[in-house]
Protein backbone atom coordinates (compact mmCIF):
# COMPACT_ATOMS: atom_id res chain seq x y z
CA UNK A 1 0.00 0.00 0.00
CA UNK A 2 3.03 1.78 -0.25
CA UNK A 3 2.24 5.43 -2.61
CA UNK A 4 3.13 8.77 -2.76
CA UNK A 5 0.36 11.20 -3.33
CA UNK A 6 0.29 14.98 -4.62
CA UNK A 7 -2.75 16.07 -3.69
CA UNK A 8 -3.61 18.34 -1.38
CA UNK A 9 0.67 18.22 -0.84
CA UNK A 10 3.13 15.93 -1.28
CA UNK A 11 2.50 12.73 0.79
CA UNK A 12 4.82 9.88 1.18
CA UNK A 13 2.41 6.85 2.34
CA UNK A 14 3.27 3.43 3.97
CA UNK A 15 4.81 1.58 6.83
CA UNK A 16 8.17 2.62 7.42
CA UNK A 17 8.00 5.81 5.07
CA UNK A 18 9.76 7.31 8.09
CA UNK A 19 12.88 6.39 6.89
CA UNK A 20 12.18 8.59 4.37
CA UNK A 21 12.36 12.10 6.40
CA UNK A 22 15.59 12.74 5.78
CA UNK A 23 15.59 12.50 1.97
CA UNK A 24 12.33 15.24 2.58
CA UNK A 25 14.93 17.40 4.36
CA UNK A 26 17.17 17.54 1.97
CA UNK A 27 14.12 17.73 -0.96
CA UNK A 28 13.45 20.96 1.08
CA UNK A 29 16.89 22.26 1.48
CA UNK A 30 16.64 21.63 5.22
CA UNK A 31 19.99 21.31 6.75
CA UNK A 32 18.85 22.09 10.47
CA UNK A 33 15.37 21.44 11.14
CA UNK A 34 13.32 21.98 14.82
CA UNK A 35 11.67 18.92 15.74
CA UNK A 36 8.73 19.72 17.68
CA UNK A 37 6.54 17.38 19.30
CA UNK A 38 5.23 16.84 23.03
CA UNK A 39 7.37 15.51 26.44
CA UNK A 40 5.85 11.77 26.01
CA UNK A 41 7.02 11.37 22.33
CA UNK A 42 10.01 13.11 23.18
CA UNK A 43 11.24 10.37 25.15
CA UNK A 44 9.69 7.10 22.78
CA UNK A 45 11.73 5.19 20.75
CA UNK A 46 10.02 6.17 17.77
CA UNK A 47 11.50 10.24 18.23
CA UNK A 48 14.83 8.55 19.35
CA UNK A 49 15.16 6.64 16.47
CA UNK A 50 13.63 9.47 13.92
CA UNK A 51 16.12 11.54 15.71
CA UNK A 52 19.47 9.12 15.21
CA UNK A 53 18.56 8.38 11.40
CA UNK A 54 18.37 12.26 11.14
CA UNK A 55 21.48 12.18 12.08
CA UNK A 56 22.98 9.38 10.34
CA UNK A 57 22.04 11.54 7.06
CA UNK A 58 23.84 14.18 8.07
CA UNK A 59 20.61 16.23 9.39
CA UNK A 60 21.77 18.19 12.02
CA UNK A 61 18.51 17.99 14.17
CA UNK A 62 16.94 20.49 16.92
CA UNK A 63 14.24 19.15 19.39
CA UNK A 64 11.69 21.60 21.09
CA UNK A 65 8.85 19.03 23.16
CA UNK A 66 7.33 21.68 25.90
CA UNK A 67 3.97 20.89 23.87
CA UNK A 68 1.03 20.35 26.02
CA UNK A 69 -2.36 18.71 24.99
CA UNK A 70 -4.29 21.56 24.18
CA UNK A 71 -1.39 24.13 23.22
CA UNK A 72 -1.33 27.31 24.17
CA UNK A 73 0.58 30.74 22.39
CA UNK A 74 3.33 30.24 25.05
CA UNK A 75 3.97 26.92 23.16
CA UNK A 76 4.37 28.99 20.00
CA UNK A 77 6.36 31.69 21.14
CA UNK A 78 8.86 29.28 23.26
CA UNK A 79 9.42 26.92 20.19
CA UNK A 80 10.10 30.25 17.98
CA UNK A 81 12.91 31.44 20.44
CA UNK A 82 14.73 28.06 20.53
CA UNK A 83 14.08 28.36 16.53
CA UNK A 84 15.74 31.25 15.99
CA UNK A 85 18.36 30.79 18.84
CA UNK A 86 19.47 27.40 17.10
CA UNK A 87 19.30 28.87 13.37
CA UNK A 88 16.98 26.04 11.95
CA UNK A 89 15.76 26.39 8.78
CA UNK A 90 12.71 24.28 8.95
CA UNK A 91 10.38 22.39 11.23
CA UNK A 92 9.07 18.97 11.02
CA UNK A 93 6.09 18.97 13.33
CA UNK A 94 5.68 15.21 14.87
CA UNK A 95 2.76 13.93 17.03
CA UNK A 96 -0.97 13.92 17.37
CA UNK A 97 -3.14 17.36 16.39
CA UNK A 98 -1.50 19.56 19.06
CA UNK A 99 2.49 18.55 18.20
CA UNK A 100 1.44 19.63 14.74
CA UNK A 101 -0.43 22.92 15.19
CA UNK A 102 2.59 24.03 17.33
CA UNK A 103 5.12 23.18 14.58
CA UNK A 104 3.15 24.88 11.84
CA UNK A 105 2.77 27.69 14.29
CA UNK A 106 6.18 27.70 14.77
CA UNK A 107 7.15 27.54 11.28
CA UNK A 108 4.77 30.58 10.17
CA UNK A 109 6.05 33.03 13.42
CA UNK A 110 9.46 31.98 12.54
CA UNK A 111 9.90 35.79 10.72
CA UNK A 112 6.89 37.61 11.75
CA UNK A 113 6.91 40.98 13.60
CA UNK A 114 3.23 41.01 14.73
CA UNK A 115 2.00 39.06 17.40
CA UNK A 116 0.42 35.74 16.62
CA UNK A 117 -3.34 36.45 17.27
CA UNK A 118 -3.50 39.02 15.01
CA UNK A 119 -3.30 36.19 12.36
CA UNK A 120 -6.28 34.84 13.73
CA UNK A 121 -8.84 33.41 11.04
CA UNK A 122 -11.18 36.30 10.93
CA UNK A 123 -11.16 38.04 7.63
CA UNK A 124 -8.47 38.86 5.72
CA UNK A 125 -5.58 38.63 8.64
CA UNK A 126 -3.84 36.17 6.72
CA UNK A 127 -2.83 38.49 4.37
CA UNK A 128 -0.61 40.27 6.81
CA UNK A 129 1.56 38.17 7.20
CA UNK A 130 5.61 38.04 5.46
CA UNK A 131 4.75 35.37 3.13
CA UNK A 132 8.65 35.20 2.23
CA UNK A 133 9.80 34.35 6.26
CA UNK A 134 7.56 31.36 6.74
CA UNK A 135 9.99 28.28 7.23
CA UNK A 136 9.03 24.96 4.98
CA UNK A 137 7.39 22.18 6.80
CA UNK A 138 7.14 18.74 7.44
CA UNK A 139 4.29 17.02 9.07
CA UNK A 140 4.29 13.44 10.37
CA UNK A 141 1.27 12.25 11.99
CA UNK A 142 1.54 9.78 14.96
CA UNK A 143 -2.05 9.54 15.55
CA UNK A 144 -5.07 9.52 13.15
CA UNK A 145 -7.47 12.04 14.64
CA UNK A 146 -7.56 16.14 13.94
CA UNK A 147 -6.18 15.96 10.53
CA UNK A 148 -3.77 18.64 10.76
CA UNK A 149 -0.88 17.63 8.44
CA UNK A 150 -3.18 18.36 5.48
CA UNK A 151 -4.56 21.69 7.05
CA UNK A 152 -4.40 25.30 6.62
CA UNK A 153 -4.52 26.47 9.80
CA UNK A 154 -3.65 25.79 14.01
CA UNK A 155 -5.76 26.02 16.75
CA UNK A 156 -3.92 27.82 19.34
CA UNK A 157 -5.20 28.73 23.15
CA UNK A 158 -4.73 32.35 23.72
CA UNK A 159 -4.11 32.27 27.62
CA UNK A 160 -4.99 35.36 28.61
CA UNK A 161 -8.49 35.14 26.96
CA UNK A 162 -9.30 32.02 27.77
CA UNK A 163 -10.48 31.20 23.69
CA UNK A 164 -8.88 28.59 20.93
CA UNK A 165 -8.59 31.07 18.41
CA UNK A 166 -8.15 29.41 14.74
CA UNK A 167 -4.55 31.11 13.22
CA UNK A 168 -4.78 30.32 9.07
CA UNK A 169 -2.13 30.92 6.60
CA UNK A 170 -2.55 29.04 3.32
CA UNK A 171 1.32 28.32 4.08
CA UNK A 172 0.64 26.35 6.85
CA UNK A 173 -0.18 23.31 4.84
CA UNK A 174 2.90 21.29 5.07
CA UNK A 175 5.08 20.67 1.66
CA UNK A 176 5.87 17.29 2.67
CA UNK A 177 3.21 14.86 4.75
CA UNK A 178 4.66 11.31 6.03
CA UNK A 179 2.14 9.12 6.38
CA UNK A 180 3.47 5.97 8.14
CA UNK A 181 0.90 3.54 9.96
CA UNK A 182 3.99 1.79 11.95
CA UNK A 183 3.65 5.11 14.17
CA UNK A 184 0.33 4.82 15.26
CA UNK A 185 0.53 1.10 16.29
CA UNK A 186 1.24 2.20 19.93
CA UNK A 187 -1.27 4.54 20.44
CA UNK A 188 -3.93 3.29 23.54
CA UNK A 189 -7.67 1.98 22.39
CA UNK A 190 -9.12 5.19 24.25
CA UNK A 191 -6.87 7.47 22.21
CA UNK A 192 -7.31 5.83 19.04
CA UNK A 193 -10.85 5.84 19.53
CA UNK A 194 -11.41 9.84 20.64
CA UNK A 195 -9.23 10.51 17.62
CA UNK A 196 -10.96 8.37 15.06
CA UNK A 197 -14.31 9.97 16.31
CA UNK A 198 -12.30 13.29 15.42
CA UNK A 199 -11.67 12.30 12.23
CA UNK A 200 -15.71 11.04 11.59
CA UNK A 201 -16.89 14.33 12.91
CA UNK A 202 -14.33 16.43 10.69
CA UNK A 203 -15.70 14.22 7.69
CA UNK A 204 -19.37 14.31 8.70
CA UNK A 205 -19.49 18.35 9.15
CA UNK A 206 -17.80 18.82 6.23
CA UNK A 207 -20.67 16.88 4.21
CA UNK A 208 -23.37 18.53 5.84
CA UNK A 209 -21.66 22.33 5.45
CA UNK A 210 -23.64 24.25 3.07
CA UNK A 211 -22.50 25.47 -0.29
CA UNK A 212 -21.16 24.22 -3.40
CA UNK A 213 -17.85 21.75 -3.22
CA UNK A 214 -18.60 19.00 -4.53
CA UNK A 215 -14.50 17.20 -4.56
CA UNK A 216 -15.16 18.25 -0.41
CA UNK A 217 -18.16 16.42 -0.41
CA UNK A 218 -16.92 13.37 -1.97
CA UNK A 219 -13.54 13.21 -0.43
CA UNK A 220 -15.36 13.53 3.01
CA UNK A 221 -18.41 10.82 1.77
CA UNK A 222 -15.34 8.69 1.20
CA UNK A 223 -13.51 9.40 4.49
CA UNK A 224 -16.72 8.17 6.22
CA UNK A 225 -16.90 5.08 4.77
CA UNK A 226 -13.28 4.41 5.91
CA UNK A 227 -13.65 4.97 9.11
CA UNK A 228 -16.78 2.82 9.69
CA UNK A 229 -14.44 0.39 8.11
CA UNK A 230 -11.70 0.45 10.24
CA UNK A 231 -12.14 2.32 12.99
CA UNK A 232 -13.33 0.03 15.11
CA UNK A 233 -10.55 -2.82 14.02
CA UNK A 234 -7.35 -0.36 14.61
CA UNK A 235 -8.81 -0.01 18.45
CA UNK A 236 -9.80 -3.60 19.36
CA UNK A 237 -6.19 -5.08 17.21
CA UNK A 238 -4.11 -1.88 16.99
CA UNK A 239 -1.24 -3.66 15.44
CA UNK A 240 -3.36 -4.44 12.32
CA UNK A 241 -1.55 -2.13 9.90
CA UNK A 242 -4.19 -2.00 7.42
CA UNK A 243 -6.00 -0.53 9.88
CA UNK A 244 -3.75 2.28 11.03
CA UNK A 245 -2.84 3.26 7.73
CA UNK A 246 -6.49 3.34 6.55
CA UNK A 247 -7.49 6.02 9.66
CA UNK A 248 -4.59 7.82 8.93
CA UNK A 249 -5.74 8.39 5.44
CA UNK A 250 -9.40 8.77 6.81
CA UNK A 251 -7.69 11.62 9.01
CA UNK A 252 -6.27 13.25 6.13
CA UNK A 253 -8.91 13.21 4.46
CA UNK A 254 -11.65 14.93 7.03
CA UNK A 255 -9.20 17.82 7.01
CA UNK A 256 -8.92 18.31 3.21
CA UNK A 257 -13.00 18.37 2.94
CA UNK A 258 -13.61 20.45 6.14
CA UNK A 259 -12.09 23.70 3.97
CA UNK A 260 -15.82 23.55 2.88
CA UNK A 261 -16.57 23.86 6.91
CA UNK A 262 -17.47 22.71 9.90
CA UNK A 263 -20.08 23.51 12.04
CA UNK A 264 -21.82 23.19 15.64
CA UNK A 265 -19.60 19.98 17.14
CA UNK A 266 -16.52 21.99 16.65
CA UNK A 267 -17.92 25.18 18.16
CA UNK A 268 -19.38 23.47 21.13
CA UNK A 269 -16.23 21.28 21.69
CA UNK A 270 -13.63 24.39 21.23
CA UNK A 271 -14.80 26.05 24.78
CA UNK A 272 -14.88 22.61 26.66
CA UNK A 273 -11.23 21.89 25.37
CA UNK A 274 -10.05 25.57 26.62
CA UNK A 275 -11.19 25.75 29.85
CA UNK A 276 -11.82 22.13 30.99
CA UNK A 277 -9.05 20.35 29.02
CA UNK A 278 -11.16 17.97 27.62
CA UNK A 279 -9.74 16.12 25.05
CA UNK A 280 -11.06 17.25 21.48
CA UNK A 281 -11.91 14.45 19.75
CA UNK A 282 -13.85 13.01 23.05
CA UNK A 283 -15.82 15.82 23.37
CA UNK A 284 -16.57 15.79 19.58
CA UNK A 285 -17.65 12.58 19.93
CA UNK A 286 -20.23 13.49 22.80
CA UNK A 287 -21.81 16.13 21.23
CA UNK A 288 -22.18 14.84 17.83
CA UNK A 289 -25.81 13.24 17.77
CA UNK A 290 -26.91 16.17 19.45
CA UNK A 291 -26.11 18.64 16.69
CA UNK A 292 -27.40 16.02 14.40
CA UNK A 293 -30.25 15.94 15.54
CA UNK A 294 -30.34 19.84 16.42
CA UNK A 295 -29.98 20.43 12.46
CA UNK A 296 -32.34 17.66 11.18
CA UNK A 297 -34.69 19.45 9.63
CA UNK A 298 -31.85 21.01 7.13
CA UNK A 299 -29.48 18.08 6.96
CA UNK A 300 -32.15 14.77 6.72
CA UNK A 301 -31.68 14.55 2.88
CA UNK A 302 -27.76 14.68 3.34
CA UNK A 303 -27.42 12.06 5.97
CA UNK A 304 -30.03 9.72 4.24
CA UNK A 305 -27.11 9.74 1.19
CA UNK A 306 -24.13 9.07 3.90
CA UNK A 307 -26.39 5.89 4.78
CA UNK A 308 -26.71 5.08 1.35
CA UNK A 309 -23.00 5.14 1.02
CA UNK A 310 -21.89 3.31 3.94
CA UNK A 311 -24.92 0.86 2.84
CA UNK A 312 -25.67 1.09 6.61
CA UNK A 313 -28.45 -1.30 7.36
CA UNK A 314 -31.55 1.43 8.34
CA UNK A 315 -31.18 3.63 5.64
CA UNK A 316 -32.78 6.86 7.75
CA UNK A 317 -32.07 9.89 9.92
CA UNK A 318 -32.90 8.24 12.97
CA UNK A 319 -30.90 4.90 11.43
CA UNK A 320 -27.63 6.92 11.11
CA UNK A 321 -28.21 8.41 14.63
CA UNK A 322 -28.25 4.59 15.94
CA UNK A 323 -25.06 4.38 14.08
CA UNK A 324 -22.96 6.86 15.77
CA UNK A 325 -24.61 5.82 18.93
CA UNK A 326 -23.85 2.43 18.59
CA UNK A 327 -20.33 3.42 17.30
CA UNK A 328 -19.39 4.95 20.32
CA UNK A 329 -21.06 2.66 22.93
CA UNK A 330 -18.35 0.17 21.51
CA UNK A 331 -15.62 2.47 21.68
CA UNK A 332 -16.64 2.66 25.49
CA UNK A 333 -17.29 5.94 24.77
CA UNK A 334 -20.00 8.82 27.20
CA UNK A 335 -22.97 9.78 26.13
CA UNK A 336 -23.12 13.19 27.87
CA UNK A 337 -21.12 15.79 28.96
CA UNK A 338 -21.81 15.35 32.39
CA UNK A 339 -20.20 11.78 32.42
CA UNK A 340 -16.37 14.12 31.77
CA UNK A 341 -16.87 17.37 33.41
CA UNK A 342 -18.62 17.94 36.79
CA UNK A 343 -21.46 20.23 37.21
CA UNK A 344 -19.94 23.00 39.01
CA UNK A 345 -17.72 23.43 36.42
CA UNK A 346 -20.34 23.67 33.69
CA UNK A 347 -19.55 27.54 32.93
CA UNK A 348 -22.99 27.77 30.77
CA UNK A 349 -23.12 31.27 29.77
CA UNK A 350 -19.35 31.59 29.48
CA UNK A 351 -19.26 28.35 27.13
CA UNK A 352 -22.24 29.24 25.30
CA UNK A 353 -20.83 32.81 24.60
CA UNK A 354 -17.59 31.16 23.41
CA UNK A 355 -19.22 28.78 21.04
CA UNK A 356 -21.62 31.18 19.52
CA UNK A 357 -18.62 33.67 18.73
CA UNK A 358 -16.50 30.33 17.22
CA UNK A 359 -15.31 30.61 13.75
CA UNK A 360 -17.12 26.89 12.93
CA UNK A 361 -20.23 28.74 13.79
CA UNK A 362 -20.82 29.58 10.49
CA UNK A 363 -20.28 26.74 8.46
CA UNK A 364 -22.98 24.96 10.47
CA UNK A 365 -26.04 24.14 8.15
CA UNK A 366 -28.57 25.68 10.69
CA UNK A 367 -28.46 29.61 11.30
CA UNK A 368 -27.27 29.57 14.99
CA UNK A 369 -27.95 31.81 17.92
CA UNK A 370 -25.84 31.68 21.26
CA UNK A 371 -29.80 30.17 22.80
CA UNK A 372 -29.03 27.11 20.37
CA UNK A 373 -25.42 26.55 21.76
CA UNK A 374 -26.73 26.83 25.19
CA UNK A 375 -29.44 24.57 24.53
CA UNK A 376 -27.30 22.37 23.11
CA UNK A 377 -25.00 22.32 26.15
CA UNK A 378 -27.90 21.50 28.05
CA UNK A 379 -29.01 18.27 26.18
CA UNK A 380 -25.26 17.48 26.17
CA UNK A 381 -25.40 17.42 29.94
CA UNK A 382 -28.48 15.46 30.08
CA UNK A 383 -28.44 13.18 27.41
CA UNK A 384 -31.64 13.78 26.08
CA UNK A 385 -31.17 14.18 22.23
CA UNK A 386 -33.54 16.52 20.42
CA UNK A 387 -36.52 15.33 18.61
Not at 26 to 41: E, H, R, Y
Not at 290 to 310: A, H, M, Q, S
Request: a negative charge; hydrophobic letters at 40%.
Amino acid sequence: MNSNWNYPTTMWVGKDRIKDLSLACKNLNINKPLLVTDNGLAKSKIVVDTINNLQENGILVALYSNVIGNPSGTNVTEGVNYFNENSCDGVIAFGGGSGLDVGKAIAFMSGQTLPLWDFEDVGDNWTKANSNKIAPIIAVPTTAGTGSETGRASVILNEETGVKNIIFHPKFLPSIVILDPVLTVGLPPEITAATGMDALAHNLEAYCAPGYHPMADGIALEGMRIINEWLLEAVNNGSNIEARLNMLTAASMGSTAFQKGLGAIHSLSHPVNALNNIHHGLSNAIFMPYVLTFNRDVIEKKIIKICDYLELKERSFDGFVNWVLDLRKKLGMPHKLSEVMNEKDFDLDRLSKMAFADPSTGGNPKELSEKDMKLMYQHSMSGELFR
